[in-house]
């Protein structure tokens, strides 16, 4: 004779599970609409190069000694101009709860060109009343996006970022974060800029 089997332990782990659910869930969407409330903007850029060269705090290319024009020249000349920094958007949180997105996309406009676009595959967890950085690695060749521009203009564009001549040059970039909200994935754009001149970009 088999014995009656007793449903309450599976029914409280049963209702147990349902109630974390139902907990994360709710976190979930809590995090997500706090992250709506967000503010961004681009706080400051770091380690520029160009061509290999360190250009952080160049603003002219008589600056340059020997060695590094050289490397300049011979970068134009094989009509190949990497650009890379490391761009630093800052997430400012005001509300008094944890604001979070699970990824991120990106599009850097320089001079209102489109230069690139990434994306950013990391969750990103913000604490009340406070600010996260979040740094994104910038990797672009002038020659690719500058297709059909002499060589001089392409060189006075790269100088131009880092203040040459005075000439104001503005950077936005348009982000795409994604929250979760019951299961399903939300993206909205967000436009970001930053205008630099003499003196370059903001260092960090």
Same mark, same amino acid.
């Given at each position: 004779?088999?014995?009656? =089997?007793?449903? $309450?332990?599976?029914?409280?782990?049963? &209702?147990?599970?349902?109630? *974390?659910?139902?907990?994360? +869930? $709710?976190?979930?969407?809590?995090?997500?609409?706090?992250?709506?409330?967000?503010?961004?903007?681009?706080?400051?850029?770091?380690?520029?190069?160009?061509? &290999?060269? @360190?250009?952080?705090n160049?603003?002219?290319?008589?600056?340059l000694? #020997?060695?590094?024009? !050289?490397?300049l020249? +011979?970068?134009l000349?094989?009509?190949?101009?990497?650009l *890379?920094?490391?761009?630093?958007?800052?997430?400012?949180?005001?509300?008094?709860?944890?604001?979070?997105?699970?990824?991120?996309?990106?599009? #850097?406009?320089?001079d209102?060109l489109e %230069? +690139?676009?990434?994306?950013? !595959?990391?969750?990103?967890?913000?604490?009340?009343?406070?600010s996260?950085?979040i740094?994104?690695d910038?990797? /672009? @060749? =002038?020659?690719?996006? #500058?297709? !059909?521009?002499?060589?001089?203009t392409?060189?006075?564009?790269?100088?131009? +970022?880092? &203040?040459?001549? !005075?000439?104001?040059?503005? %950077? %936005? #970039?348009?982000?795409?974060?994604? /929250?979760?909200? =019951?299961?399903?994935k939300?993206?909205?754009p967000?436009?970001?800029g930053l *205008?630099?001149?003499? &003196?370059?970009?903001?260092?960090?």
């Amino acid at each position: 004779m088999h014995r009656p =089997l007793n449903t $309450l332990p599976v029914l409280l782990l049963l &209702g147990l599970a349902l109630l *974390t659910q139902s907990c994360s +869930l $709710l976190r979930e969407a809590n995090e997500a609409k706090t992250f709506a409330r967000c503010r961004f903007r681009l706080e400051s850029v770091s380690s520029i190069r160009l061509a &290999g060269i @360190d250009v952080q705090n160049v603003t002219s290319r008589n600056q340059l000694n #020997l060695i590094d024009a !050289g490397r300049l020249s +011979l970068a134009l000349a094989n009509r190949s101009l990497p650009l *890379t920094f490391r761009l630093h958007l800052e997430a400012q949180n005001p509300n008094a709860s944890v604001a979070a997105m699970s990824q991120m996309s990106w599009t #850097l406009f320089i001079d209102q060109l489109e %230069m +690139l676009s990434g994306e950013l !595959g990391e969750r990103v967890e913000i604490a009340p009343n406070s600010s996260s950085i979040i740094p994104l690695d910038i990797s /672009v @060749d =002038l020659f690719q996006v #500058l297709s !059909g521009q002499s060589v001089e203009t392409i060189a006075n564009f790269a100088f131009n +970022l880092a &203040g040459e001549g !005075g000439k104001p040059a503005r %950077m %936005m #970039l348009r982000i795409k974060p994604t /929250v979760q909200i =019951l299961g399903s994935k939300f993206s909205y754009p967000i436009d970001v800029g930053l *205008t630099f001149s003499e &003196g370059g970009m903001m260092p960090r």
